[in-house]
């Protein structure tokens, strides 16, 4: 599995964009690069999932590029409610399946 | 629709003690999975279940630790001789079919958790 590095920590204000890297470099061909956001006291949810280029939804948008050794989860217009812990993950859709998280990036949001 | 849902919420138990923790997936959910979440860090892979049978239950930190599914549906997951170290919150997930679903690889989605607390 592919290991994952993103920052400890990051702060932002509201209405600011806020964009998370994170590195991948040993990530496999078949692997999918996968986002998940964590509120205290809950699980993890799903974000957003991307393989190459950009995917964007009504959350965030992914950025990869070519080499697909980093990708950055951008999130427009942060409010105080996207104060969480972010995880970057990646794995492909064999195998098994397990997901592996790491540390995280905990984001705060000032008003 | 219903959410996957995990009881109790909390559970105070006493160093010794066993305990079971449940979890019930979303309906048709085929795979299921148990993490390990200690206080600030990420989470912990336990075990994985495809249909009732664990293909993997690399992750159990110690024979203490066993799980089961019936059904396809329901998993208890029982920690024996509890001791403080397995002070966490204990979170399931769990996965529809295996492969692209819903317009995404492997999503997995998550329950609320059962802290659990030894003293």
């Known amino acids: 599995l592919a290991k994952t590095t993103q920052p400890i920590s990051m702060d932002s204000y509201e209405g600011q964009e806020v964009n998370i890297t994170c590195s991948h470099n040993?990530?496999?061909?078949?692997?999918?690069i996968t986002w998940y956001q964590q509120f205290p006291s809950q699980g993890p949810r799903f974000i957003i999932q991307?393989?190459?280029t950009k995917v964007t939804n009504e959350v965030a948008s992914l950025f990869i590029p070519a080499d697909r050794k980093s990708s950055t989860l951008s999130l427009p217009r942060v409010s105080l409610s996207d104060t969480a812990v972010y995880y970057c993950?990646?794995?492909?859709?064999?195998?098994?399946?397990?997901?592996?998280f790491g540390s995280g990036t905990r984001l705060q949001v000032q008003p | 629709g219903a959410g996957v849902s995990q009881s109790p919420s909390n559970k105070v138990t006493e160093k010794g003690k066993d305990v079971e923790l449940r979890c019930d997936p979303i309906?048709?959910?085929?795979?299921l999975y148990w993490y390990r979440q200690r206080l600030g860090q990420g989470l912990e892979f336990l075990i994985y279940?495809?249909?009732?049978?664990?293909?993997?239950k690399s992750g159990l930190p110690s024979d203490r630790f066993s799980a089961e599914r019936t059904g396809e549906s329901v998993s208890t997951l029982t920690i024996q001789r509890t001791q403080q170290e397995d002070s966490a919150v204990y979170l399931c997930?769990?996965?529809?079919?295996?492969?692209?679903?819903?317009?995404?690889?492997?999503?997995?989605?998550f329950g609320p958790g059962t802290r659990l607390t030894v003293l």
């Open positions: 309906s048709g959910h085929t795979a």
């Open positions: 040993n990530i496999a061909t078949n692997d999918y």
């Open positions: 279940f495809q249909g009732n049978s664990a293909p993997d």
């Open positions: 993950l990646v794995g492909g859709d064999t195998g098994r399946r397990a997901l592996t």
């Open positions: 997930a769990s996965s529809p079919v295996p492969g692209l679903a819903g317009g995404s690889y492997n999503e997995q989605f």
């Open positions: 991307g393989y190459k």
